[in-house]
């Protein structure tokens, strides 16, 4: 089991720029989780979605974060423009229905 | 919705003493109880789970205890190693809901050689 697996490990970009974090859940999960981790605010569930489908977006802090699901093994979550606050390690995790959630190692994104 | 309060936030211990992390939540329909351990600069991983049907679970040093009735649960940690510093989070979930995990806000434990 090769786990939930995130790409870049690491983003330093420019203020302005777009960010787009990648994820690839455990196979056979049908759920998908994007948390983001700061010190000030500790880890915050942005979205879910289950069997590709947005459940709950009450965590994405405003218009310039988006997320997508285009398929059971692969999900996207774009920040479209990036500021500076947005620097934090996000995380994406993935469970089967009434299991336990496996996080992936995490992108630390850095907004210059 | 529900909550979850985690205390203490820091926590230091000596090497060989026992530590103690305690969590409250508010829904009282949670039913699962994860405990994660998150290591510097690393990915939360789970270490020990419970149900709301058990009282309490053991791995090896690490157990976790339930109070169904207070809402309670707690993970304890005995002879403690350097190796188990890190930051502990609590989680209360609902089985048959959204899969849904509410986390605590951490506890940072230092155990000291």
């Known amino acids: 089991d090769a786990g939930v697996i995130q790409s870049p490990r690491h983003e330093v970009t420019e203020m302005g720029q777009e960010v787009t974090l990648r994820c690839k859940p455990i196979s056979g999960h049908d759920y998908l989780f994007w948390y983001r981790q700061t010190m000030m605010r500790g880890l915050e569930l942005l979205i879910y979605?289950?069997?590709?489908?947005?459940?709950?977006d009450s965590g994405m802090p405003e218009d310039r974060f988006s997320a997508k699901m285009p398929n059971a093994s692969f999900s996207t979550l774009k920040i479209q423009p990036s500021e500076p606050r947005d620097s934090a390690v996000y995380f994406c995790?993935?469970?089967?229905?009434?299991?336990?959630?496996?996080f992936g190692d995490g992108t630390r994104l850095s907004i210059l | 919705g529900e909550n979850v309060e985690q205390h203490p936030s820091t926590l230091s211990v000596q090497e060989g003493d026992s530590a103690v992390i305690k969590c409250t939540y508010s829904?009282?329909?949670?039913?699962?109880f994860p405990w994660y351990k998150q290591e510097l600069g690393k990915r939360p991983q789970l270490i020990i789970d419970?149900?709301?049907?058990?009282g309490e679970k053991k791995d090896q040093r690490i157990a976790v205890t339930l109070n169904k009735t207070a809402k309670h649960f707690s993970l304890h940690i005995t002879e403690t190693q350097p190796e188990d510093s890190a930051v502990y989070f609590c989680?209360?979930?609902?089985?048959?809901?959204?899969?849904?995990?509410?986390f605590g806000a951490g506890t940072r434990l230092a155990v000291h050689p």
């Open positions: 419970i149900r709301s049907n058990v």
């Open positions: 979605f289950n069997n590709n489908v947005p459940i709950d």
């Open positions: 829904d009282s329909a949670s039913n699962y």
């Open positions: 995790a993935s469970s089967g229905q009434n299991q336990p959630q496996h």
């Open positions: 989680a209360a979930f609902l089985f048959g809901g959204y899969n849904k995990l509410i």
